[in-house]
């Protein structure tokens, strides 16, 4: 990459954080506040009057600063130049279920795509004040610290974080198969419920490995970018490159990266497991 690129690169990395920190701010000021919560369709997906004021106030800096970007944002869907190469992707509020119960496990995400490839990211919690920063060939940093991903090479001695979709009430492909069998032949897998955040996770080493399904690309597009400054690596479940409208990603340290895919691929639906009957959401009686 140019010297042109990089500093190019290092005016979005900065525009990134302006943007974060300004819409952490937002969610800093509604912490604990909410008069009402809403629903988007499906169950336990919500929004707030935080996820759209924080989303507000990170598009008042996007525009301010390039205006002639393209951008994708949860709430308000997609905006601005849709020719451009560049293209934002925001969560304003990544985690709204933590957020709405003062579970401190949430993050403002801004990723930068360029030519549909992620470039920068910044994560920012405001209420744990961790601010997450990467941009390609750049590095990642944590609080302004380089970080790097851990050094464990083996599923047995390793601590994995994974989520849940919106969706998964309604299908069998729910993940929950992949969380009981990983289960067991890890020390343990985690359920943040932030997306971003599992990513920054696995950057700074906190964590081996993340699988998640049922994502959209302002949940991973800053992440992404995180994980592989950091030394990681991001693919498909199978090891292949990744698709960021699948809704399906692996990262890891990347060395336990080959186990974890063959591992995963190896899983079949929870209602064909030995001796587990077939589940299904059922309303309260």
């Not at 130049?81 to 995400?109: E, K, R």
């Not at 083996?154 to 009981?180: Q, W």
């Not at 897998?189 to 971003?196: D, I, L, Q, T």
């Amino acid at each position: 990459m140019s010297g042109a690129n990089f500093d190019r690169l290092h005016v979005f990395l900065d525009i990134a954080t302006e943007a974060a920190l300004e819409g952490g701010a937002v969610l800093k000021s509604y912490w604990g506040k909410l008069d009402e919560i809403e629903e988007k369709g499906r169950p336990g997906d919500l929004v707030t009057a935080a996820d759209k004021a924080s989303e507000a106030k990170v598009l008042e800096v996007l525009q301010r600063h390039v205006p002639d970007h393209g951008i994708l944002a949860e709430e308000s869907g997609n905006l601005g130049n849709s020719a451009s190469p560049y293209l934002w992707a925001i969560d304003p509020l990544d985690g709204t279920t933590n957020y709405t119960h003062q579970y401190p496990v949430f993050a403002v995400s801004i990723g930068l795509l360029v030519d549909g490839f992620p470039q920068v990211g910044v994560v920012y919690n405001p209420i744990r004040n961790e601010l997450f920063r990467a941009a390609k060939g750049l590095g990642a940093t944590r609080n302004r610290v380089p970080i790097r991903v851990s050094t464990i090479d083996s599923l047995d001695r390793s601590l994995l974080v994974t989520g849940f979709a919106y969706d998964r009430h309604d299908t069998e492909d729910n993940n929950y198969a992949e969380f009981c069998y990983l289960t067991h032949l890890t020390q343990g897998v985690r359920r943040g419920g932030s997306a971003s955040l599992d990513l920054a996770d696995v950057a700074c080493g906190r964590i081996d490995g993340y699988w998640e399904r049922g994502l959209s690309p302002w949940d991973i597009a800053a992440g992404i970018v995180l994980v592989e400054e950091a030394g990681g690596l991001v693919t498909a479940y199978n090891r292949s490159p990744l698709d960021l409208d699948s809704g399906r990603l692996l990262a890891t340290n990347g060395q336990l990266h080959d186990e974890l895919s063959d591992r995963l691929c190896e899983v079949s639906p929870l209602d064909r497991l030995p001796g587990i009957g077939h589940l299904r959401h059922r309303s309260p009686v």
